[in-house]
C-alpha cells in the first residue's frame, strides 16, 4: 500500500466527461490497495472568466483580499464536483477546502503569492492522514492557502502543482502525478516542431530551466516541494489511468533544494579574448573557433560575445595551448584582427529559481562589489542564473561576500 498524490489540473476536470474519467482513475488505484489525495485546479477557463468579470465590474479599485476569496471560488467548485463524482463511484470521499478543520495548507497573509508556512502545514497534515487511514479518498483544493487567522490566500503562479508537490512531501507519499492536457514533456513544442518527442524522463533542474524558458507543462515554483526520494510524473488524462507512462521526474539533487546557491569553480581560469570588427554579424566566426578547439580537445569554461570581441574561459593549466590556436585561427580568418590572454580568473556562480520573479537580482549582487572595490572582469546572466568572472586574488572575497548578503 502506498500514497499517491494525483493533481488534476482545469483541462482534465474541463468537462463532465473527464471529471468521471478522472473520478474513475482515482478510485481504480484506491481499489488496489493505495491511498490517494486528489488536488484539483479550477474548471477550465474558471479563473479566467472570475478575473475578467472583476476587471469589468471592479477594476483596479478590488482589494488582494477581496481577490482572493474570490479567485478561490473555482478551486471551491471543483472539490465538490470531484469529492460527488468519487462517491458516486462507491468509495467514500470528503472534500476539503480552507473552511475545513481539516485544511492542510497553512500560509502567511500575503493573499496573492503567499508563502508557505512550512511548520503548521505539517502539524495540519495528520488530519489528512487520519481520513487516509479510514479509507477516505481527500479532494483538496489546489492553489488555495489559509493564514493563521483562517483568512484565504492563494499561492500565486502554479499554485495548483505547488500544492501537489507540497502535501506529497509532507505526507511522504510515494509517488505525485500531475495530469495534465499533455502526456508528459516533450523534447520542444509539437506546435512549432513537428519532430517533438515525449521524453521518458526529466530532471527537476532540467524541467525547472525548460519551464522558465516558455514550457508550460509545470510551474517551476511547486518543484521546490519536490523531495527527490519521491516518485514524480506528467501524465495525460486522456487516459483515464494514472498508473501510464509519462514523463518521470527525478530528481532533485540535494543542491538545487536550496533557494539559492552559490558556488565558486573549483579551480582557477584564464580569459582569452579574440577581436575583430562587428562579429555579431560575422558567420561561422563562433563556429569556427570552438569546432577548432573541440578538435584538440579543449574544454571551454566559459564564453560571453560582444559586437568586437569573443571573451573564453579556459582552465588556467590550458590557456597557453588555447592562445597559441586562437592566434592560428586569427591569422587565417579576415573577419579577426587579434587575441590576446588575459589574467587568471575564478567564477562564482549563483543559481535561484526565484530570480525570475525578483527583479534587481544582479543590482544586489553587484553593488557589494562595487562598494568593496572588487572588479568584475566579466558577466554573464539567464533567467535562473548569474555568473562572475573576478580576479583570482579576489576570488575567495567575491564568493564569501555573495553568499552572505544572499542569505
Given at each position: 500500500?502506498?500514497?499517491?498524490?494525483?493533481?488534476?489540473?482545469?483541462?482534465?476536470?474541463?468537462?463532465?466527461?473527464?471529471?468521471?474519467?478522472?473520478?474513475?482513475?482515482?478510485?481504480?488505484?484506491?481499489?488496489?490497495?493505495?491511498?490517494?489525495?486528489?488536488?484539483?485546479?479550477?474548471?477550465?477557463?474558471?479563473?479566467?472568466?472570475?478575473?475578467?468579470?472583476?476587471?469589468?465590474?471592479?477594476?483596479?479599485?478590488?482589494?488582494?483580499?477581496?481577490?482572493?476569496?474570490?479567485?478561490?471560488?473555482?478551486?471551491?467548485?471543483?472539490?465538490?464536483?470531484?469529492?460527488?463524482?468519487?462517491?458516486?463511484?462507491?468509495?467514500?470521499?470528503?472534500?476539503?477546502?480552507?473552511?475545513?478543520?481539516?485544511?492542510?495548507?497553512?500560509?502567511?497573509?500575503?493573499?496573492?503569492?503567499?508563502?508557505?508556512?512550512?511548520?503548521?502545514?505539517?502539524?495540519?497534515?495528520?488530519?489528512?492522514?487520519?481520513?487516509?487511514?479510514?479509507?477516505?479518498?481527500?479532494?483538496?483544493?489546489?492553489?488555495?492557502?489559509?493564514?493563521?487567522?483562517?483568512?484565504?490566500?492563494?499561492?500565486?503562479?502554479?499554485?495548483?502543482?505547488?500544492?501537489?508537490?507540497?502535501?506529497?512531501?509532507?505526507?511522504?507519499?510515494?509517488?505525485?502525478?500531475?495530469?495534465?492536457?499533455?502526456?508528459?514533456?516533450?523534447?520542444?513544442?509539437?506546435?512549432?516542431?513537428?519532430?517533438?518527442?515525449?521524453?521518458?524522463?526529466?530532471?527537476?533542474?532540467?524541467?525547472?530551466?525548460?519551464?522558465?524558458?516558455?514550457?508550460?507543462?509545470?510551474?517551476?515554483?511547486?518543484?521546490?516541494?519536490?523531495?527527490?526520494?519521491?516518485?514524480?510524473?506528467?501524465?495525460?488524462?486522456?487516459?483515464?489511468?494514472?498508473?501510464?507512462?509519462?514523463?518521470?521526474?527525478?530528481?532533485?539533487?540535494?543542491?538545487?533544494?536550496?533557494?539559492i546557491t552559490t558556488t565558486m569553480y573549483d579551480g582557477v581560469l584564464s580569459v582569452v579574448a579574440v577581436v575583430g570588427e562587428d562579429l555579431s554579424s560575422k558567420k561561422g566566426v563562433l563556429s569556427e573557433v570552438t569546432?577548432?578547439?573541440?578538435?584538440?580537445?579543449?574544454?571551454?569554461?566559459?564564453?560571453?560575445?560582444?559586437?568586437?570581441?569573443?571573451?573564453?574561459?579556459?582552465?588556467?593549466?590550458?590557456?597557453?595551448?588555447?592562445?597559441?590556436?586562437?592566434?592560428?585561427?586569427?591569422?587565417?580568418?579576415?573577419?579577426?584582427?587579434?587575441?590576446?590572454?588575459?589574467?587568471?580568473?575564478?567564477?562564482?556562480?549563483v543559481v535561484s529559481h526565484d530570480f525570475i520573479d525578483n527583479p534587481g537580482i544582479i543590482s544586489r549582487i553587484t553593488k557589494p562589489l562595487h562598494d568593496n572595490k572588487i572588479n568584475i572582469v566579466e558577466i554573464s546572466?539567464?533567467?535562473?542564473?548569474?555568473?562572475?568572472?573576478?580576479?583570482?586574488?579576489?576570488?575567495?572575497?567575491?564568493?564569501?561576500?555573495?553568499?552572505?548578503?544572499?542569505?
Amino acid at each position: 500500500m502506498g500514497i499517491i498524490v494525483a493533481k488534476f489540473g482545469g483541462t482534465s476536470v474541463g468537462t463532465g466527461e473527464r471529471i468521471r474519467k478522472a473520478a474513475q482513475s482515482v478510485v481504480d488505484e484506491f481499489m488496489k490497495g493505495n491511498q490517494l489525495v486528489v488536488v484539483v485546479s479550477a474548471i477550465n477557463k474558471t479563473t479566467d472568466e472570475s478575473i475578467k468579470l472583476v476587471k469589468e465590474s471592479i477594476g483596479e479599485q478590488v482589494t488582494e483580499k477581496h481577490l482572493a476569496n474570490i479567485l478561490s471560488m473555482g478551486e471551491m467548485q471543483s472539490v465538490r464536483i470531484m469529492a460527488a463524482a468519487i462517491e458516486s463511484l462507491g468509495v467514500k470521499s470528503e472534500y476539503i477546502d480552507p473552511y475545513s478543520e481539516y485544511w492542510p495548507v497553512i500560509t502567511d497573509s500575503s493573499y496573492l503569492n503567499a508563502n508557505i508556512n512550512m511548520e503548521k502545514t505539517r502539524g495540519q497534515i495528520k488530519y489528512i492522514k487520519n481520513l487516509l487511514d479510514q479509507g477516505i479518498i481527500p479532494v483538496i483544493c489546489g492553489f488555495i492557502g489559509r493564514d493563521c487567522t483562517n483568512t484565504i490566500t492563494t499561492l500565486g503562479r502554479g499554485g495548483s502543482d505547488i500544492s501537489a508537490f507540497l502535501l506529497g512531501d509532507c505526507l511522504n507519499a510515494d509517488e505525485v502525478i500531475i495530469v495534465t492536457d499533455v502526456n508528459g514533456v516533450m523534447s520542444t513544442d509539437p506546435r512549432k516542431v513537428k519532430s517533438a518527442k515525449k521524453l521518458e524522463n526529466i530532471t527537476v533542474e532540467e524541467m525547472i530551466d525548460l519551464a522558465n524558458y516558455g514550457a508550460q507543462v509545470l510551474h517551476p515554483n511547486a518543484l521546490v516541494y519536490k523531495d527527490p526520494d519521491i516518485k514524480a510524473k506528467i501524465i495525460g488524462f486522456e487516459h483515464g489511468n494514472l498508473t501510464v507512462n509519462g514523463t518521470e521526474i527525478i530528481g532533485p539533487s540535494n543542491s538545487s533544494r536550496e533557494l539559492i546557491t552559490t558556488t565558486m569553480y573549483d579551480g582557477v581560469l584564464s580569459v582569452v579574448a579574440v577581436v575583430g570588427e562587428d562579429l555579431s554579424s560575422k558567420k561561422g566566426v563562433l563556429s569556427e573557433v570552438t569546432s577548432q578547439l573541440s578538435k584538440k580537445n579543449i574544454n571551454i569554461c566559459g564564453l560571453s560575445t560582444g559586437e568586437r570581441s569573443l571573451t573564453i574561459f579556459f582552465k588556467k593549466e590550458v590557456a597557453k595551448e588555447a592562445h597559441k590556436l586562437l592566434h592560428e585561427i586569427v591569422l587565417k580568418n579576415d573577419n579577426l584582427s587579434g587575441v590576446s590572454l588575459g589574467p587568471s580568473i575564478n567564477m562564482i556562480t549563483v543559481v535561484s529559481h526565484d530570480f525570475i520573479d525578483n527583479p534587481g537580482i544582479i543590482s544586489r549582487i553587484t553593488k557589494p562589489l562595487h562598494d568593496n572595490k572588487i572588479n568584475i572582469v566579466e558577466i554573464s546572466s539567464s533567467q535562473t542564473e548569474v555568473i562572475l568572472y573576478v580576479d583570482e586574488n579576489d576570488g575567495q572575497k567575491t564568493y564569501d561576500l555573495i553568499r552572505r548578503i544572499l542569505k
